[in-house]
């Protein structure tokens, strides 16, 4: 009875040993970061939802979001422009832009659209990781009757966003 036991602890010492073992392993891996953002603000006159943004250790993904103006349900212009901004080490860093000409384009609901390329490097040729993105803010530009308006629609604040 107490051999039986005592085989049965021995067993089950021997499997928990066997775990802990292959969780070590000799080799020297790096931990790669992989970021997905899905990030909303507004304006005075615009809402961004769902936009989107993915940092990996060789791509960069931004876009996918939608756009709407806020309190209309039709506004046409001839020119409209939105450009997305990453502040990194102090710097803004374009991410995204898209620009419309035409006439009488709607402009009250809108997508903004997708960019995809190589990761974003900082001056000693390093991937930029999420750390290092200070903020991340919208420009839009807009063709209004006469006059051309612009707002701008803060996106991400490293300050605030972990609170």
């Known amino acids: 009875m107490f051999l039986k036991k005592g085989m049965n602890l021995f067993s089950v010492g021997l499997v928990l040993v066997i775990l ?3 969780g070590c392993d000799s080799n020297d891996k790096t ?3 992989n970021y997905y953002l899905s990030l909303s603000g507004e304006s005075e006159r615009w809402e961004v939802d769902s936009y989107e943004i993915e940092i990996k250790s060789d791509t960069f993904k931004a876009g996918n979001g939608s756009l709407t103006m806020k309190n209309e349900t039709e ?7 939105l450009e997305v901004y990453a502040v990194i080490d102090n710097e803004d860093r374009l991410v995204q832009a898209k620009s ?3 006439s009488e384009l ?22 930029i990781s999420l750390e290092k993105v200070s ?3 919208m420009s839009i530009e807009w063709q209004d009757k006469s006059k051309t308006m ?14």
């Open 100 to 102: 419309v000409k035409g």
């Open 75 to 81: 506004n046409s212009t001839d020119f409209f422009n």
């Open 135 to 137: 903020d991340i803010y």
């Open 106 to 127: 709607d402009i009250t609901q809108m997508t903004t659209g997708a960019t995809e390329g190589g990761t974003f490097l900082d001056d000693n040729g390093v991937p």
């Open 31 to 33: 931990m790669k970061n």
């Open 150 to 163: 612009e707002e701008k629609i803060d996106l991400y604040n490293q300050e605030g966003f972990f609170d």
């Open 20 to 22: 802990l073992l292959s």
